[in-house]
C-alpha cells in the first residue's frame, strides 16, 4: 500500500465546513426512540439532555434504595409512582404537602418525590453536624429548575411556633452533599429542630412549591 507524499496546508476549506456546517445528525438516542435531526454544533447540546437517554432511578442515584431501573427521562415519573409509591406524594389543591421526618438522626438521607400537578420534585433533608440541611431537586428541564422555589415550615409538637425558610429549587441529576456544602439549600438550626421533635423523634414539616411572581 503505498503512502500519501501530498504536503497538507494549515488553511482552513470554509467551502467544506459550510457543506459540514448545513449536515443534519441523528441522536445517538436513535434507537430508543428519539426522532430528532441535529446540526452539528447543537448536536452535542441535545445528547446532553436528550429525554430518551438511559435514566437510573433517581433514589439509586441518590444511593437511599436499591433499584436496579432504566428507562427514558419520560418513564422516570410513571416507575416512581409504580414502583416507589411509598415514598412518593401529590401535592394537595391547596399547593401544599405536609409529612413527618421519622429517624433522621439514624438515616444518611431522607428522600421524598413531590408530584404538583405535571411537575415532579425530590425532597432530601439531611442532619449535618446538628443542622438540619434542605433541598428540592427538579426532575425537569434544567433550565427550568430555577423558575421553581420551595418553602419549607417546621411546626412545633404544641404548635405554638414553627420555622419558615425559603429557597430556589435545583436541577436533577445534582450532587445532594455538594448542594449543602455550598450552602444552597435551607438549614435549620438543631436546637429548634430538637424542640420540635415529637415523642417518636419525628418533625412534622410541610413544603409548599411555587414560582416566584416576577417583577415588572
Known sequence: MSECTKKFTKSRNLALENIIGKLKYPCKFEDRGCTGLFSLERLASHQENCSRQAHSCPFKVLNTHTCAWEGSE??????????????????????????????????????????????????????????????????????????????????????????????????????????????DCIISGHDFVKECMDAEKCLRVAIEIFRPVQQS
Open 74 to 183: 419520560d418513564a422516570v415519573v410513571d416507575h416512581m409512582l409504580t414502583n416507589h409509591s411509598g415514598i412518593c406524594d401529590i401535592i394537595n389543591q391547596a399547593g401544599k404537602y405536609k409529612t413527618r421526618i421519622c429517624d433522621i438522626v439514624k438515616v444518611r438521607l431522607w428522600c421524598r418525590a413531590v408530584v404538583k400537578q405535571d411537575d415532579v420534585f425530590l425532597w432530601c433533608t439531611k442532619l449535618i453536624e446538628s443542622q438540619l440541611y434542605s433541598c428540592l431537586l427538579y426532575l425537569g428541564v434544567k433550565e427550568e429548575a430555577a423558575s421553581f422555589m420551595f418553602r419549607m415550615t417546621i411546626n412545633e409538637v404544641d404548635k405554638t411556633g414553627c420555622y419558615i425558610a425559603s429557597h430556589r429549587t435545583c436541577p436533577y441529576p445534582n450532587n445532594v452533599d455538594k448542594i449543602f456544602q455550598n450552602i
